[in-house]
């Protein structure tokens, strides 16, 4: 697969498959899955990048600091990507960048934003959704989550319907990888 410009229609097809079982499997819940993140050697060196596996099963996407976000019950965005954005300057050191844009078109998400609106729109999607599927154990990514949770509490006295509990996805998304 080319992930530079996007992947084959076969290969796209496969990852929407996975997505619609994916977001079968959690209903009316709302699923956030973090990629990788790139981990610094030294002062201005990596070590190699190995993407989330499990984001990766559901995405294709094959690049640090992303967020898929499933959302099974919105009318729009049932699978949003919250990526880097394009940068010229970046790409000429680190490679290309599928950006904003690319995500759409090359990786099928339903739309796609800029990952520095990632909080705020959280908040909008976590409206009216019982359960958080989010797996705790990234130490980077888990204030976000926990924080969000305890942000919406105010919106739950005000008479909204908020998560009141975060599951583990991974024996969902485990099971799927199994039998594909």
Same mark, same amino acid.
């Not at 919106?155 to 998304?173: C, H, M, N, Q, Y």
């Given at each position: 697969?080319?992930?530079?410009?996007?992947?084959?229609?076969? !290969?796209?097809?496969? *990852?929407?498959?996975?997505?619609?079982?994916?977001?079968?499997?959690?209903? !009316?819940?709302?699923?956030?899955? #973090?990629?990788?993140? /790139?981990?610094?050697?030294?002062?201005?060196?990596?070590? +190699?990048?190995?993407?989330?596996? =499990?984001?990766? *099963?559901?995405?294709? *996407? =094959?690049? #640090? !600091?992303?967020?898929? +976000?499933?959302?099974?019950?919105?009318?729009?965005?049932?699978? +949003?990507?919250?990526?880097?954005?394009?940068? $010229? /300057?970046?790409?000429?050191?680190?490679?290309?960048?599928?950006?904003? /844009?690319?995500? +759409?078109?090359?990786?099928?998400?339903?739309?796609?934003?800029?990952? !520095?609106?990632?909080?705020?729109?959280?908040?909008?999607?976590?409206? /009216?959704?019982?359960?958080?599927?989010?797996?705790?154990?990234?130490?980077? *990514? =888990?204030?976000?989550?926990?924080?969000?949770?305890?942000?919406?509490?105010?919106? $739950?006295?005000?008479?909204?319907?908020?998560?009141?509990?975060?599951?583990? #996805?991974?024996?969902?998304?485990?099971?799927?990888?199994?039998?594909?």
């Amino acid at each position: 697969m080319c992930y530079e410009r996007g992947m084959t229609s076969e !290969d796209l097809a496969t *990852f929407i498959e996975r997505r619609r079982r994916f977001v079968e499997a959690i209903g !009316d819940g709302l699923a956030i899955i #973090p990629a990788a993140q /790139e981990t610094a050697r030294n002062s201005d060196v990596s070590h +190699v990048f190995r993407q989330n596996s =499990d984001f990766f *099963f559901l995405t294709g *996407f =094959d690049e #640090p !600091d992303a967020v898929a +976000v499933f959302n099974p019950a919105h009318a729009k965005e049932r699978f +949003v990507l919250f990526v880097r954005p394009r940068d $010229r /300057e970046m790409e000429i050191w680190n490679g290309h960048r599928a950006g904003v /844009e690319g995500a +759409v078109a090359h990786y099928g998400a339903a739309a796609s934003y800029p990952v !520095d609106q990632l909080d705020a729109k959280l908040r909008e999607y976590a409206i /009216e959704r019982t359960t958080l599927y989010y797996r705790l154990g990234t130490p980077a *990514f =888990d204030p976000r989550v926990v924080g969000l949770v305890s942000d919406l509490r105010a919106a $739950r006295s005000r008479g909204f319907t908020t998560p009141v509990r975060i599951e583990d #996805p991974s024996p969902l998304l485990h099971d799927l990888r199994l039998r594909h």
